[in-house]
């Protein structure tokens, strides 16, 4: 993992020492930390999900059900308002419990404890969730719900026309909406205007398709928005991510292709503390065009080698992709467009970001030691992506960097003469700072 303290240290101006700098050092990473903590809180809803956050309020207070049952009738009472905290999501929690005659006729004893445990939360959204079960002194009579309830929401996506290239004329767009239990409607926008809802199909476990007739010639030439929503008889509502269509239906006489985009890269995005997001950042360099570039258009590829449906459309220089988790890998083109529609050469491939650390550096031995001075070396290590330099530490204080060599790499220490015990270690740096475990030490006495 990279080293944040020593990335700090170095820009302070003191790797070894303590004092000023470490004062600096500890106070940066207590401001970052709390900007860190902000950002979290702010981003949850993207990070977590409210369907995650759903299922683990469903899950806390169904199991809280299963351990009443093992526990004494007669000490099951009310409790409440507590709070659990769990998978860093802060619940609120009641227990209430109602006495119930369950004789018939009555008989004026209450044999039946109703209990009841309610769930709430506030962030990243509002939201409850209820479980019962009715308790004798024997045991569970009955549970409620005796089954699961739907809580997630359905999942979909715009999967024609692709969103590759240029469209024009009248085209059919087409909606694939999945749900567990079915869909009852599903709503498409354009351009985040209402365009249709369709309630047209048979509310049935599995998947649903939609399709609109979208004639273009009755909007603007350029890039217009397409996203859509569905809705479960539950009321869950999933919304699909938003696709741009560039729509040319009055095409210029230009016949002129763009340049290709330069330089375009990809790298993925760290929280302060190191951790790997699902957020990749692109950039590439500007083409250029008889009468200008209008649009660039971002495609995704699988490692496998199969075009991913998901592009953007942007205008700028740069874009932010949000991929399915922090190790999840793809690679990357840009397409320059003009405003006739004519298509620029792929930029270069943005590689698969850099997600590992380098391997631990291994059989590390002493060549020689002659006067003051110590000769050593190890073998290289091994990373995805470039090892810049190597970092020789004895008894975790750093002496110094070793620039890298192939397949070994040396190293000669000095020291002052006297006394002293030696326990050095070699650590292997990237070119995006991450950094390998310690090497096993290498140690002697210099008496």
């Known amino acids: ?82 709070t659990i905290i769990q998978d860093g999501f802060t619940f609120t929690r009641n227990i209430t419990v109602i006495e119930i005659d369950n004789s018939s006729p009555a008989d004026g004893i209450m044999d039946v404890k109703k209990v009841t445990i309610d769930l709430s939360w506030d962030k990243p959204f509002s939201g409850t969730y209820s479980a019962v079960t009715y308790l004798n002194p ?74 609109y007739s979208w004639n273009t010639t009755q909007i603007s030439d ?15 509502i999933g919304t699909s991510q938003s696709i741009g269509f560039l729509i040319v239906n009055s095409p210029s006489n230009d016949s002129v292709s763009p340049t290709a985009p330069g330089a375009f890269n990809s790298r993925r995005s760290y929280t302060i503390m190191d951790q790997p997001t699902n957020k990749i950042d692109l950039a590439w360099t500007a083409s250029s065009d008889n009468i200008g570039v209008s649009w660039y258009r ?29 190790t999840t890998i793809y690679w990357y083109k840009a397409i320059a467009i003009d405003g006739s529609g004519n298509e620029s050469p792929p930029s270069n491939w943005a590689e698969p970001d850099d997600i590992q650390s380098p ?3 291994t059989n590390l031995y002493t060549i020689e030691k002659t006067g003051n001075y110590i000769y050593f070396q190890w073998d290289a290590a091994i990373d995805d992506g470039t090892i810049t330099k190597y970092h020789i530490h004895d008894n975790g204080t750093h002496l110094q960097n070793v620039t890298p060599t192939t397949p070994t790499v040396s190293a000669t220490i000095s020291y002052g003469g006297g006394n002293k015990e030696w326990s050095l270690t070699i650590i292997a740096e990237d070119d995006l700072g991450f950094q390998s475990n310690d090497s096993i030490p290498i140690t002697w006495s210099s008496y």
């Open 1 to 82: 993992m990279r080293s944040t303290m020593s990335r700090i240290k170095r820009l302070l101006g003191n790797e070894n020492g303590f004092g000023f700098a470490e004062l600096m050092m500890s106070s940066t990473i207590l401001f970052l930390s709390i900007l860190a903590f902000t950002s979290l809180m702010s981003s949850s809803l993207e990070f977590m999900g409210t369907t995650q956050t759903k299922t683990l309020g469903y899950n806390l207070a169904t199991k809280a059900i299963e351990d009443l049952k093992d526990i004494d009738y007669s000490s099951v009472d009310s409790s409440g308002p507590d």
């Open 138 to 211: 024997y045991g569970a009579v009955e549970s409620v719900p005796s089954s699961p309830a739907d809580i997630v929401a359905p999942d979909l996506q715009v999967t024609s026309p692709s969103g590759i290239g240029t469209i024009s004329g009248v085209v059919d767009l087409s909606i694939t909406a999945n749900d567990i239990y079915g869909i009852e409607k599903i709503v498409i926008y354009i351009d985040d205007v209402l365009t249709q809802t369709d309630t047209q199909h048979p509310i049935s476990p599995g998947s649903t398709v939609s399709s």
């Open 222 to 236: 350029g890039i217009h928005t397409v996203y859509a929503k569905a809705y479960d008889e539950a009321g869950n």
């Open 298 to 326: 971002i495609e995704r590829w699988s490692v496998g080698g199969d075009l991913l449906l998901k592009t953007r459309l942007t205008t700028s220089l740069s874009s932010v992709d949000i991929v399915a988790s922090e």
């Open 359 to 361: 391997s631990t550096p």
